[in-house]
């Protein structure tokens, strides 16, 4: 018996990221699957960080709603060395995830003690026709003009 696709993703889209990932690699339907959720959180803690990120990107084509909650137990959350170089990367996968996520309506990023956002980050959302929805907590920008470019055209409810 062959479960439709979008059985499998109604499925798959009620578990947690983590376990939506490890029971998508069932099968190569359940991992096709994974093209028809639109919806997905990403609880960001220090735990494979990097490969959940890259695999959002690679398996969810379709996302129209995307929550990053960061964790405050990251490296970047606290001070260090490194802190700067967890950033970038971590911002750069997010960067990826939103330019291969045209349909996406809603963003919701939380950060950890004011995370200073780049505005480089969320310049795909500039290009999102369909975003209604852009909540951003804990964060600051350097520049003003890098929340302004994303919002310019944008109809407000």
């Known amino acids: 018996m062959i479960i439709p696709t979008e059985i499998i993703a109604n499925i798959l889209s009620h578990l947690e990221f983590d376990e939506t990932a490890r029971f998508a690699r069932v099968s190569k339907d359940w991992m096709r699957s994974l093209k028809a959720i639109d919806k997905i959180t990403l609880q960001m803690e220090a735990n494979n960080l990097h490969q959940k990120l890259e695999f959002a990107t690679k398996h969810f084509l379709n996302l129209k709603r995307l ?21 970038t990367a971590v911002f750069d996968q997010i960067h990826k995830l939103l330019s291969a996520s045209p349909k996406i309506e809603e963003f919701h990023f939380q950060g950890c003690m004011y995370t200073d956002m780049s505005g480089e980050t969320l310049k795909p959302l500039s290009r999102a026709v369909h975003l209604k929805v852009l909540r951003l907590e804990n964060c600051r920008f350097s520049a003003m003009s890098d929340l302004i470019d994303i919002l310019q055209d944008k109809k407000c409810a």
């Open 67 to 87: 929550q990053v909650f960061m964790g405050y137990s990251l490296p970047y959350c606290a001070k260090g060395p490194n802190t700067a170089e967890s950033v």
